[in-house]
T-cell receptor, first 113, second 115 residues
Framework: KAGVTQTPRYLIKTRGQQVTLSCSPI?????VSWYQQTPGQGLQFLFE???????NKGNFPGRFSGRQFSNSRSEMNVSTLELGDSALYLC????????????FGPGTRLTVL | AQKITQTQPGMFVQEKEAVTLDCTYD???????LFWYKQPSSGEMIFLIY??????QNATEGRYSLNFQKARKSANLVISASQLGDSAMYFC????????????FGKGITLSVRP
């Protein structure tokens, strides 16, 4: 069974631009979560989608948004990029919410110049 | 609110020896899951082991075991027979229900295995 895939793996943008990251979960998994990892803040939860509905949202500004499609694939978008958005963005999928373990993709490393 | 605490500084262990990585947690949820992940320098988070709050026995997965002490709210990871490839960052995390269904991570512990 294929794992979680994320595209692109690396991305360089400039301040003010917007970016869209993509995540394809493990086949059969309906829950997709996104996390931001930075050296200073560690791993922080962005949002979780289950069956195309946002189930949970972290404390990030409205510039961060996401969606999930009927095939469970998910995208997250960051508008008006800031230098502080430079981070590793990790996507995780699981069969459901709560007690199910989450399996992570390789991440997208975003650099904002 | 959920909280995970990992306070150990960088850990060093000799190859083939066992090592324990500490984790304490706090939550008001009666039902929750505890997880350990490994993150090598490549960045990918690798799932290692899971312990449910109602599980009576400690979880084991190969060389990994979780020492779950519910009353103390601790969930320490034990790695037996360390290998050079175990050198990585290790994160303890928990997941509850409802609004707490997101994974809450600790700050992580760096483990270095010496030959």
């Amino acid at each position: 069974k294929a794992g979680v895939t994320q595209t692109p793996r690396y991305l360089i943008k400039t301040r003010g631009q917007q970016v869209t990251l993509s995540c394809s979960p493990i086949s059969g998994h309906r829950s997709v979560s996104w996390y931001q990892q930075t050296p200073g803040q560690g791993l922080q939860f962005l949002f979780e989608y289950f069956s195309e509905t946002q189930r949970n949202k972290g404390n990030f500004p409205g510039r961060f948004s996401g969606r999930q499609f009927s095939n469970s694939r998910s995208e997250m978008n960051v508008s008006t990029l800031e230098l502080g958005d430079s981070a590793l963005y990790l996507c995780a999928s699981s069969q459901g919410t709560s007690s199910y373990e989450q399996f992570f993709g390789p991440g997208t490393r975003l650099t904002v110049l | 609110a959920q909280k995970i605490t990992q306070t150990q500084p960088g850990m060093f262990v000799q190859e083939k020896e066992a090592v324990t990585l500490d984790c304490t947690y706090d939550t008001s949820d009666p039902s929750y899951g505890l997880f350990w992940y490994k993150q090598p320098s490549s960045g990918e988070m690798i799932f290692l082991i899971y312990q449910g709050s109602y599980d009576q026995q400690n979880a084991t997965e190969g060389r990994y075991s979780l020492n779950f002490q519910k009353a103390r709210k601790s969930a320490n990871l034990v790695i037996s027979a360390s290998q050079l490839g175990d050198s990585a960052m290790y994160f303890c995390a928990m997941r509850g229900a409802g609004a707490n269904s997101k994974l809450t991570f600790g700050k992580g512990i760096t483990l270095s295995v010496r030959p």
